[in-house]
């Protein structure tokens, strides 16, 4: 049967290895229950002249982690299209950009055109489900009844189904994945950098580039940091992470690669999206590390003037991990041991879901 799935992965943008992991994993995932499945993929942005045939011609359609967002159609301009349409769909790990510092958190941004049309693809989907529970909470607070809790579809991969997380003393080799915003991330990378330095004097340490980052790159040449660009192989560059002991950096799907081959690793959370992870699991491995307005340290030309706040991220956040890490490794990573139950959990999850929407066709 033919599958569309409906991706984020945004290949003529910033070309976000992450987004293609969500697509790689949900078509994996619907063919571990559905070996005939036909899937084809389409970027969410599109056009509706572009899309229109392809949507046609299937039979059930997936958004692969659904992006939650204000101004919802500029985000998926065809979605009118596929609600009125009699094509089945369904919606696996939709996840939420929350702005964490806003006292409205679980509405600021979305007007009631947005949560309509959100309510109704809820109401309208064969299946919904969310990626973490703070995306879980806006749907609850939103009326979107219908949605439950999966956990990130990006864990499926039946390659690492029996690894179990070790404990070990021994780390020669660490990833630190680069930042979004890197313009306002300098300091707290370059203090990521020097921490893990000092703190293992002896490991290799690489920067792995999820998407196209030159501010990260001439930093990593600056500190002299081996710097691979791994969003250049959309479809392999994740394998790297077989690599390393130890990740630790800003990417969800870094923290994601490292934890489901049973790596251990620590977030640092940019915003809404990695807050998300860090509330959803049940171990203590993300520490915020959001943009901060900071007053600028110059001589106000008018004394009825203020000068704008320098917007940054705090290095103290790099700090606070570190204290995480140093003890962790003291005692042999064991923070870490069983937590690959809960992935399982979520895999178990996400392919109970797929089961609903590959049964019509399963013999």
């Known amino acids: 049967m033919k599958y569309v799935l409906v991706s984020t992965y945004p290949k003529e943008g910033t070309q976000n290895i992450g987004d293609k992991l969500i697509e790689q994993c949900c078509s994996n995932a619907i063919r ?13 942005a599109s056009s509706w002249n572009d899309v229109k045939d392809v949507i046609h011609s299937s039979d059930r359609i997936v958004f692969a982690c659904l992006a939650i967002r204000k101004n919802i159609l500029s985000v998926y301009p065809y979605l009118e299209n596929i609600l009125s349409a009699s094509i089945p769909f369904s919606v696996l790990s939709a996840g939420t950009a929350l702005p964490i510092e806003a006292a409205n958190l679980f509405s600021k941004g979305f007007t009631a055109n947005d949560l309509d049309i959100l309510k109704r693809t809820a109401y309208a989907a064969q299946t919904f489900t969310t990626r973490g529970v703070l995306s879980q909470a806006f749907c609850e607070k939103n009326g979107l009844h219908e949605a439950k809790l999966s956990g990130d579809i990006a864990f499926f991969d039946n390659r690492y189904d029996e690894l179990k997380f070790a404990k070990t003393k021994s780390i020669a080799n660490i990833a630190i994945s680069d930042p979004h915003y890197s313009q306002f991330y300098e300091s707290a990378f370059e203090e990521l950098v020097n921490s893990l330095k000092n703190f293992f004097p002896n490991a290799n340490i690489d920067c792995l580039l999820h998407g196209k980052n030159s501010t990260i790159k001439t930093l990593c040449d600056k500190l002299e940091l081996k710097c691979h660009a791994i969003y250049q192989q959309p479809n392999t560059g994740l394998n790297i992470y077989d690599n390393y002991d130890l990740h630790v950096g800003f990417r969800i799907h870094g923290h994601v690669s490292a934890l489901k081959r049973r790596i251990p ?20 491995i993300s520490i915020p590390c ?72 399963l013999e």
């Open 32 to 44: 571990s229950v559905d070996p005939k499945a036909d899937i084809s993929a389409i970027w969410r």
């Open 265 to 284: 690793s620590y977030l640092l959370e940019q915003d809404g999206r990695g807050t998300d992870y860090g509330l959803t699991f049940s171990r203590k």
């Open 290 to 361: 959001y943009r901060v307005p900071r007053p600028v340290s110059q001589k106000l030309c008018n004394e009825k003037e203020k000068m704008p706040a320098q917007v940054t991220a705090a290095p103290s956040s790099i700090q606070l991990l570190s204290t995480i890490i140093a003890q962790d490794y003291l005692d042999g990573f064991v923070r870490f041991l069983g937590f690959e139950t809960e992935i399982n959990r979520f895999n178990t999850r996400n392919i109970s879901e797929i089961k609903k929407i590959c049964s019509p066709y």
